[in-house]
């Protein structure tokens, strides 16, 4: 009769946690905020994030070209970060955000043209800047991947400055 009890509480004890279902731990997603710099030679390129305290951190992954494009601009990269043997820091890109070009607040999307005004559709934020001011040379980029640089004046970003990324 003592035997079942202590039975049922071993077969019970040994079930517990056995699902088999298996959690994977995926590491944590950094994102740090620097100025963008290209360095080294054509055969061998490498992109730093300089941080405002003076550390670098050298850029990898898939987006590493197109960040390179930004040379001297401010950027928030996100992705795994790293640090080797040596202590360089390693952010492999997952994801970027342009902030600032030439001290001016600068933003990364796609150009639309909408209800005869302009707009820019980023990649990380669902609200479209409004953009104002878009200069006929930026116009003919509609529907191409490009940054502005400017300043907000009601609710409109004012475009004084604009590069091409990708054209479509």
Do not use: H
């Not at 850029?59 to 494009?69: F, L």
């Not at 934020?125 to 300043?151: C, F, K, N």
């Amino acid at each position: 009769m003592r035997l079942i009890p202590l039975l049922l509480l071993a077969i019970a004890s040994c079930s517990v946690g056995s699902s088999g279902q298996s959690v994977s731990v995926a590491p944590p997603e950094s994102c740090l905020t620097g100025k963008i710099f290209s360095v080294g030679t054509d055969f061998a390129p490498v992109t730093i994030l300089r941080l405002d305290g003076g550390e670098e951190t050298q850029i990898t992954g898939d987006r590493e070209n197109q960040i390179r494009v930004l040379n001297g601009t401010v950027v928030t990269v996100c992705g795994q970060l790293t640090t080797d043997a040596r202590d360089v820091s390693t952010i492999e890109a997952q994801s970027f955000e342009l902030r600032a070009v030439d001290g001016m607040t600068a933003y990364l999307g796609m150009l639309q043209a909408v209800d005869g005004g302009w707009q820019l559709k980023r990649e990380r934020s669902g609200a479209p800047v409004l953009l104002s001011g878009v200069p006929e040379q930026l116009r003919e980029a509609a529907g191409s991947l490009v940054w502005v640089a400017g300043t907000w004046t009601d609710q409109s970003f004012s475009v004084k400055s604009f590069g091409l990324m990708e054209r479509s």
